[in-house]
């Protein structure tokens, strides 16, 4: 039996994620940044000004899970349009990719030059080769087009949030540093930086950045 949400992992190429152990590509230690060590970084909070409306929620995105977490986060505004006939404008969506969905974050780039689809055994929405690219960024040419909701770009112009864990980030850098036989973090960072999806916002932590959603009146749900 067909459901929206088996159809829409589907296009996405998801049903082979995670096999066995369900853990992303790590940074070798050595290479990797000492992420305990606090980074001088100027957090941007102003996305606290975007959480409005009577009905706020977080959802919490720890793991890739299928891009299941952006999935779950559209379909509680449609659900709640369609139950109560509530404004989509009435309602906020906070997205906190974390841990190991901080890959979620990156732009195609990034994907392309690190497997990250082979490490994640993630095929593409044929299902036959390794995703290049990051599935909640963009869909298939050929989707119906109600699936460019589950976008990142379609998530944030309907009023959602998308926050990234600053942590989680220092993986990132680490796998820059390492390839690029880099010197120092500050360098890797900066190179990072640029293929950070656009719009998404690093926080403190992925903790920090839901923990505050909360504090703005976002209800919470663990969403992958």
């Known amino acids: 039996m067909s459901t929206p949400r088996r159809d829409f992992l589907g296009w996405l190429g998801g049903s082979a994620l ?8 790590r940074v070798p230690a050595a290479a990797s940044p000492n ?3 606090p980074i001088a970084t100027d957090f941007d ?3 606290i000004d975007r959480v409005k409306g009577s009905h706020r929620a977080v959802f919490d995105s720890p793991g890739i899970s299928e891009g299941a977490a952006i999935f779950r986060a559209v379909i509680w505004k449609r659900q709640y349009k369609n139950v109560y006939g509530t404004d989509p404008a009435d309602m906020t969506a906070v997205l906190v990719l ?3 969905a901080i890959v979620l974050a990156m732009d195609d780039a990034f994907w392309a030059e690190f497997e990250v689809g082979k490490a994640n055994k993630l095929k593409d929405a044929k299902g036959k080769k390794w995703a290049k690219s990051n599935p909640i ?3 298939p040419s050929d989707a119906p087009p109600t699936w460019a909701d589950f976008t990142l770009a379609k998530f944030q112009q309907n009023g959602g949030v998308v926050l ?3 942590v989680a980030f220092g993986d990132i850098v680490g796998q820059y540093k390492a390839k690029g036989k880099l010197k120092t973090n500050d360098e890797a960072r900066k190179i990072a930086l640029t293929h950070l999806a656009p719009g998404v916002v690093l926080q403190p932590s992925g903790v920090f950045a839901t923990l505050r959603a909360q504090e703005a009146g976002c209800h919470y749900i663990i969403a992958s």
């Open 18 to 25: 995670f096999a066995s152990t369900g853990l992303p590509v």
């Open 35 to 37: 992420v305990l060590q």
């Open 45 to 47: 909070m102003s996305w």
């Open 137 to 139: 960024l963009s869909v």
């Open 164 to 166: 990234a864990c600053n």
């Open 98 to 100: 974390r841990h190991e």
